[in-house]
């Protein structure tokens, strides 16, 4: 099974699209890897891409051949590891901030929550504040996770928490943030419940502030 999942990681680094679906196949065909181990190999996949393209070893073409080799082994993927579910997870709604447009980590956490038992709302890219409000109060949601990967992003942030206060949404609400650019420090700036740095510490947040 790790050797799968380690070719399956060096398919998606080397945007190889095919290679990667068909080692998705091979990974649900051998049955024996946990969610958690399949999204490791994504991010972990994911973040070696990022790093080739900042030491400029990787451009914009080869990242978003990466990103689609993600895009379409998530989609064989997910059935499987919805199978697998254990959490008795709460209603999430999740999307990338005002003027972010970066969804690589978004998608990742999304399988991963939907993996762990969670109802989760995906709403996308470049979210206005009024689609995540309406959104949560629609669906009543437990969470709200905020992707947010670049630094000009926290006013987004920033307005989002300061209408759901207005509108008394924050009591039965936990706020979660994270994505490249964030630290904990720029998360107790802005006031967020939670923050976290990949599936695994993201899984911890949403049960501790679920209170599982
Ligand atoms: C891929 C990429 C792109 C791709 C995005 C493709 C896509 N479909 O997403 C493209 C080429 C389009 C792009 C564009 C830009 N990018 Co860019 N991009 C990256 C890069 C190299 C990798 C991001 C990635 O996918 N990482 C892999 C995934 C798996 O990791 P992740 O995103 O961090 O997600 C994980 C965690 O953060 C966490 N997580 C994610 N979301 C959430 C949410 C919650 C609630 C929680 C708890 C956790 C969590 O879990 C994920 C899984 O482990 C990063 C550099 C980097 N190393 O991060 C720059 C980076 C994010 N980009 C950056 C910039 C500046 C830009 C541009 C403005 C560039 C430009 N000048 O045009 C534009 C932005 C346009 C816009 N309006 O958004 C900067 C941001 C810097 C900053 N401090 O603001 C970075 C950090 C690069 C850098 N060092 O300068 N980019």
């Known amino acids: 099974?790790?050797?799968t999942l380690e070719q399956f990681k060096q398919?998606?680094?080397?945007?190889?699209?095919?290679g990667s679906v068909a080692l998705s196949a091979a990974i649900i065909a051998e049955g024996d890897a946990t969610a958690e181990q399949i999204t490791d190999h994504l991010s972990a996949a994911m973040e070696e891409v990022g790093s080739r393209y900042e030491t400029g070893e990787y451009f914009i073409p080869e990242m978003l051949r990466s990103a689609e080799a993600v895009e379409r082994s998530l989609a064989v993927l997910e059935p499987y590891l919805f199978e697998r579910q254990h959490d008795q997870g709460g209603v999430v709604v999740m999307g990338t901030v005002k003027g972010d447009i970066h969804?690589?980590?978004k998608n990742i956490i999304v399988?991963?929550?939907?993996?762990?038992?969670?109802e989760v709302h995906d709403l996308g890219v470049n979210v206005s504040t009024a689609k995540f409000i309406d959104k949560v109060k629609q669906v009543d949601a437990d969470l709200l996770l905020l992707s947010a990967f670049t630094t000009s992003t926290r006013p987004a942030l920033l307005e989002i928490l300061a209408v759901l206060e207005d509108e008394g949404l924050r009591d039965n609400l936990k706020v979660i943030?994270?994505?490249a650019s964030h630290?904990?420090?720029f998360a107790r700036e802005v006031g967020v419940d939670g923050f976290?740095?990949?599936?695994?510490?993201?899984l911890a947040v949403c049960r501790k502030l679920l209170g599982d």
């Not at 398919?11 to 095919?18: E, H, P």
């Not at 976290?196 to 993201?202: F, G």
């Open 1 to 3: 099974m790790s050797q």
């Open 183 to 185: 630290s904990p420090e």
């Open 177 to 179: 943030s994270g994505g």
């Open 196 to 202: 976290a740095v990949d599936v695994k510490s993201t």
């Open 11 to 18: 398919a998606i680094v080397a945007g190889d699209v095919d």
């Open 103 to 105: 969804n690589i980590g």
């Open 111 to 118: 399988s991963a929550l939907k993996a762990a038992g969670y």
